[in-house]
């Protein structure tokens, strides 16, 4: 009979069962005063599992509520102060309530026998609770023999519950729940779920086990066998796979024709090789580096085709204009071809005046302009007219300078850098190598690749690169390395330095056209699946699509533009309903293209009224046009200026303000209107950063117009900058910027007079369509600028 009110023992990450005898350690202070105070006269308390196991004396509400009454059969006192109890589960208990929390818990308790189930259902789950945990007891080896047999003997299916509970691996939780529960039914069917869960993860891990053995079995069965193959090999006069290897490998290595210190190291590796069982991991990495040494192109090179009429005419056959690249690419061969033809006479002998700088045989370019005018399509161009193999390397967001030198052989997975992974594949040792896009190269605490370049592409120092993979030097001398570029600002000083500058300029519309007819539109026609004889595109309807439907530096946007028209030209002949070739001409481009995207009317438009100016800009992207708004209200705010513009461009805007401030009196400005107006300039397209000075005479005239009431004069733009005294000081980018202007329909372009002889840069067909006006100091750019 268990009594109403007893002793309560919190367990810490222990749940105790009824009919379980279980040994329990405790050595807390309350702990020790409860079996004090009531053993032996009271040998029956109530263990009750702790929700949180973290904590050492639980409150009442930090424990469950669901218990089992226990007897305490044996007290056993140690050494160090704390006890053993050896109890025995008696009954399932709940407590009602508490009624002492010090020294010790107590609390009133009522009993909860289970109900107890009959049944074939019954019968079934305790035969399946019984054969799994005969299968968890063969393939957990702590678990001895006798539970299985103890197991079978029992006929209280409530026991067996609790039995089979008490002796398997189950978390505290699992253990609480299962207490909880009322019906022995429950009880067996959430016991058969965690038996299952258990045996499959046992036979998992047996399978691990088994087939890391096996693995380690096969690896021994594989080395015996290949010592006896070895042993067989060398009684019948063959060779075992380790010696094949490293006769292969010496015989590449005396015909690869490296340099000395290169086969000294070579041979070196190979020798350490010789020594090394084949199993070693350190084995295939000393052939993986052999196997690189001897595929680089040491002695491999193209001959060079030295005939000049020859690359001209590749040349003019691959790219439409591009004077200047074309003639530095022939003076590059002329060069070539003579040193060849005296080297072989007998004229070219050493030179004795220089004992420090070596003959120099590459040459370093930088092709430098907007997107798509033909930088990275020139490179090959430039290496089919030599007949040297091409190879292209994009470097565009690259951040680690291992890319470009290596990985040291000592990590795993090491690899060379991306330059002699290039040679390797391309197989020669003097191509056309193209270092695409090495303004956007990063630069920042992962690593600055730039820096390494500066070896690659130093004429002095690429004689002997040193990858740090390779760790010998490679010859990069006779390689024609080609960088493009869409702006220098990124490009660090020392690379710039080491590089040929060749600046590309925008293309104007009859460029444009050109390209078009003689490049794009054959290109087009043909990826498209028409015939040159069913489509055909008049001058008008390409001047239509440069004006109406593109505004760009180059001319992808024009290709796809005509690619657009190909394509529904091509969907017309598929279905049938084309009878004769189609003329595409300034008429019907919009039934291929839609309505124009781009109207000249919006300039018009747009300065009408006084207080903005167009001014002329340079980007990345090639030439543009900006214009400059000016407003005002009455205020005292004073001047603000908005439109994303970095701190020169806000000076400049300062600057200019100053100086119309200077000369209202001459303007016939009231001094009074910048103490009681508020002044606000605005240059649109607020997403995009705009910066830089040569935007000073545009703010000037803008402000000029506003405070004046003269707007400026249409289809004019300008760029210059300011000084507080009035000069017009000379910009950089002129051509693009007149370029640009061209493009968008600017008449009049008012420029620095300093600026005036880079006119001569621009192409002569723009400049007999504009009218330029070179300047000193403001009061000349107002003069011409402001409407009379």
């Known amino acids: 009979m268990i009594s109403d009110e007893l002793p309560v023992l919190p367990l810490r990450g222990v749940v105790v069962y009824p009919m379980m005898w279980l040994p ?7 702990s020790l005063r409860l079996v004090e105070d009531n053993l032996p006269g009271n040998r029956v308390i109530a263990l009750v599992a702790s929700q949180n196991e973290d904590v050492d004396e639980p409150t009442p509400d930090q424990i469950n509520a669901v218990g089992t009454a226990a007897q305490v059969h044996r007290v056993l006192r140690t050494p160090d102060g704390t ?35 009959e049944g074939i259902e019954m019968d079934a789950l305790v035969r399946t609770v019984e054969n799994l945990f005969r299968q968890l007891i063969e393939l957990e080896p702590q678990m001895p023999e006798e539970l299985a047999m103890m197991v079978i003997n029992i006929d209280n299916p409530r026991h067996l519950a609790y039995l089979v509970a008490s002796s398997m691996r189950i978390s505290p939780e699992d253990a609480q729940a299962l207490l909880e529960m009322d019906s022995v039914h429950d009880k067996l069917l959430r016991l058969t779920q965690l038996l299952n869960k258990e045996v499959e993860v046992l036979e998992l891990g047996r399978k691990i086990q088994s087939e890391a053995h096996g693995e380690m079995e096969r690896m021994q069965r594989d080395f015996f066998l290949r010592e006896q193959m070895r042993a067989i090999q060398k009684e019948l006069g063959e060779e075992d796979e380790q010696a094949a290897d490293i006769r292969e490998l010496e015989e590449r290595i005396a015909a690869a024709g490296m340099s000395e210190e ?21 084995y295939s990495v000393i052939k993986t580096y052999l196997d690189l040494m001897v595929s680089l192109p040491w002695q491999q090179i193209t001959e060079d085709n030295l005939d000049i009429d020859h690359a001209r005419e590749v040349l003019d056959e691959d790219h439409y204009g591009l004077a200047e690249i074309k003639e530095r690419i022939l003076e590059f061969l002329a060069v070539r071809k003579l040193r060849t033809e005296r080297k072989a006479a007998g004229e070219e002998g050493e030179d004795l005046r220089d004992k420090i700088r070596r003959e120099r045989e590459g040459v370093v370019l930088c092709f430098v302009g907007p997107p798509g005018v033909g930088k990275t399509s020139l490179g090959i161009s430039i290496a089919r007219a030599m007949d040297r193999k091409f190879v292209r390397l994009a470097l565009g967001g690259v951040r680690d300078e291992a890319d470009i030198r290596g990985f040291r052989r000592t990590y795993i997975g090491s690899m060379p850098g991306r330059i002699i992974q290039s040679l390797r594949r391309i197989e020669s040792k003097n191509p056309v190598f193209m270092l695409d896009e090495v303004d956007k ?21 690429n004689r002997e690169f040193r990858d740090h993979y390779l760790d010998v030097p490679f010859d990069l001398s006779q390689v024609m390395f080609i960088t493009t570029a869409n702006v220098l600002d990124t490009v660090p000083p020392a690379l710039r330095d080491r590089m040929e500058i060749i600046q590309l300029s925008s ?8 390209i078009a007819q003689g490049y794009l539109i054959p290109r087009q026609i043909k990826e498209n699946g028409l015939r040159q004889e069913e489509i055909s595109f008049t001058e008008s309807a390409l001047r239509e699509m440069v004006q109406g439907y593109t505004r760009e530096a180059g001319v992808r946007g024009l290709e796809r533009q005509i690619g657009k028209v190909c394509r529904k030209v091509a969907a017309r002949v598929a279905a049938g309903k084309v009878n004769g070739p189609i003329v595409v001409d300034g008429d019907n481009v919009v039934d291929f293209l839609g309505k124009r995207t781009i109207h000249s009317e919006e300039i018009v438009e747009r300065t009408e009224a006084p207080g903005v100016a167009i001014g002329l800009a340079w980007t990345a992207t090639g030439g543009d046009i900006m214009f400059f708004e000016v407003t005002r209200a009455p205020g005292d705010k004073g001047f603000t200026v908005t439109g994303q513009l970095g701190d020169v461009m806000k000076e400049s805007a300062q ?62 733009g300008m760029t210059g900058e300011i000084t507080l005294r ?27 007079r300093q600026n005036e002889a880079d006119l001569d840069d621009v192409p002569e067909v723009v400049r007999e369509q504009m009218t330029f006006i070179p300047v000193d100091t403001v009061d000349e750019v107002l003069a011409a600028a402001l409407e009379s």
């Open 262 to 282: 290169a086969e000294k190291e070579a041979q070196r590796e190979l020798n350490r090789m010789r020594r090394m069982p084949i199993q070693a991991a350190e």
């Open 507 to 514: 293309y104007t519309e009859d460029e444009k056209v050109k």
């Open 24 to 30: 329990l350690p405790i050595g807390q202070e309350r």
């Open 726 to 752: 009035g000069r017009v000081l000379p910009i950089g980018g002129l051509k693009e910027k007149v370029l640009a202007a061209a493009r968008f329909g600017i008449k009049t372009v008012i420029l620095p």
């Open 441 to 461: 190269l990063g630069r920042d605490f992962r690593g600055d690749p730039s820096s390494a370049l500066l070896e690659v592409l130093d004429p002095e120092q």
């Open 83 to 117: 006890m053993r109890l050896l109890v025995q589960g008696l009954e399932r208990i709940r407590i009602i309530e508490y009624v002492q929390e010090h020294p010790y818990l107590r609390a009133r308790v009522e009993a909860i026998p289970e109900e107890v189930e």
């Open 655 to 716: 600057a200019a303000l100053s100086y119309v401030r200077s000369r209202a009196d001459e303007l016939g400005i009231d001094p009074d209107i910048f103490r009681k107006s508020d002044i606000h300039m605005h240059i649109p397209a607020g997403a995009i950063p705009k910066d830089g000075p040569s935007a000073g005479i545009t703010m000037a005239t803008a402000l000029a117009s506003l405070l004046t009431g003269r707007p400026v004069k249409p289809f004019l």
